[in-house]
């Protein structure tokens, strides 16, 4: 069964750092695209970033870059979003997903909850 | 980049058709045959619907369909059923090698 269980997520001040991790099992992780999406609370999905199948490519929306880096461990199955200066529209639960065919996904994670606050 | 337009609610009987638009530009929804559809239930992860504007993944029921004309993707919900109710986004590739979500559309089973 494919699978993907993100981690990481919880609360952290305006300014701070925080590292989600994404494990991926029941397929060949590194044989496809992968890609982090967000929703912050009852507001709808925004993309957040992509990255290709060995790593050597990325992709950032306007309101995430400079801030975080996405990237990847294939040997170990594993997506990062590593969230610099986080501020507080940074809100939001946090999806990990698995590319289906062209920039869409049909196996997501549960998603872990970042909340950004003083 | 600014989201992709969608109404911001819908609403139909059981047994009817409902349609949800998407309005994008030549750069994104007109431009690559890369739309796609998700329907996110209250509480839940969004679920993969219409994918490459036409195409349904495996075990997606025959009543959801895709379309677009111009700059305007659609989804269409026919046979509405109550499980069918919850909000429906569109996702579309862009040429500067990003992606856009729709803003949502709530759709109510009357």
């Known amino acids: 069964e494919v699978q993907l269980l993100e981690s990481g997520g919880g609360l952290v001040q305006p300014g701070g750092s925080l590292r989600l991790s994404c494990a991926a099992s029941?397929?060949?992780?590194?044989?496809?695209?992968m890609t982090w999406v967000r929703q912050a609370p009852g507001a709808g999905l925004e993309w957040v970033s992509t990255i290709r199948e060995s790593g050597a490519d990325t992709y950032y929306a306007d309101s995430v870059k400079g801030r975080f880096t996405i990237s990847r461990d294939n040997s170990k199955n594993t997506l990062f979003l590593q969230m610099n200066s986080l501020r507080r529209d940074d809100t939001a639960v946090y999806y990990c997903?698995?590319?289906?065919?062209?920039?869409?996904?049909?196996?997501w994670g549960q998603g872990t909850l970042v909340t950004v606050s003083s | 980049q600014s989201a992709l337009t969608q109404p911001a609610s819908v609403s139909g009987s059981p047994g009817q058709s409902i349609t949800i638009s998407c309005a994008g530009t030549?750069?994104?929804?007109?431009?690559?045959?890369?739309v796609s559809w998700y329907q996110q239930r209250p509480g839940k992860v969004p679920t993969l619907k219409i994918f490459?504007?036409?195409k349904r993944p495996s075990g997606v029921s025959y009543r959801f369909s895709g379309s677009r004309s111009g700059n305007t993707a659609s989804l269409t919900i026919s046979g509405l059923q109550p499980e069918d109710e919850g909000d429906y986004y569109c996702s579309s590739y862009r040429s500067d090698g990003t992606q856009v979500f729709g803003t949502g559309t709530w759709v109510t089973v009357l």
């Open positions: 997903a698995k590319d289906h065919s062209n920039w869409n996904y049909e196996t």
């Open positions: 029941g397929f060949t992780f590194g044989n496809y695209i």
């Open positions: 030549s750069s994104d929804v007109g431009g690559y045959d890369y």
């Open positions: 490459d504007v036409i």
